[in-house]
């Protein structure tokens, strides 16, 4: 696909060259369209969810950090499943860091995740009261289960700080 863009891009150029019509412009479109198409399609989690079938997890994170660079929440949580497995990618500094960055995008399942991080400490220092709001904030089946359990070992004014 990556070559397809590429020759698209380098006819665009020259044809624009040959028409003296605003090349740099149009040359700058073209490179816009080139770079940030596959992630709009979604080709770069497409590639790296077939990396990570065939159990090459470096390579998937490699397409799944192309698509979190644009925002992309799916991008942005599948990292966070990387780098919080086990294996030589588990890192959870980084798992936390993109978690994060989809749940403030609004993903409940993001959130239910980053929730969880702060229960238990990991990649994040271990905080009751922000376990609790990101829980409130996904509004995720099952959280009720997770937030009495958590509330067990909050004190009153912690529980409604986390609810403010």
Do not use: C
């Not at 397809?4 to 090349?23: G, V, Y």
């Not at 709009?40 to 997890?57: H, K, N, P, T, Y």
């Amino acid at each position: 696909m990556s070559l397809i863009l590429l020759n698209s891009f380098q006819e665009a150029t020259r044809k624009s060259n040959h028409m003296k019509t605003k090349p740099l412009i149009l040359s700058i479109a073209y490179l816009f369209l080139f770079v940030s198409l596959p992630v709009l399609l979604g080709l770069d989690m497409d590639d790296g969810l077939e990396a990570m079938q065939r159990g090459d997890d470096k390579e998937a994170a490699k397409y799944f950090h192309l698509a979190a660079e644009q925002g992309n929440v799916k991008g942005q949580i599948w990292l966070g499943l990387l780098y919080s497995g086990e294996g030589p990618l588990k890192d959870n500094k980084k798992a936390a860091k993109f978690v994060r960055l989809a749940a403030e995008q609004g993903h409940p399942i993001a959130q239910t995740m980053l929730g969880s991080m702060y229960l238990f400490g990991e990649g994040v220092p271990q905080n009751y009261v922000l376990s609790h709001m990101w829980w409130n904030l996904s509004g995720h089946e099952g959280r009720e289960k997770n937030k009495t359990l958590l509330e067990k070992k909050m004190t009153p004014q912690q529980i409604e700080e986390a609810k403010e």
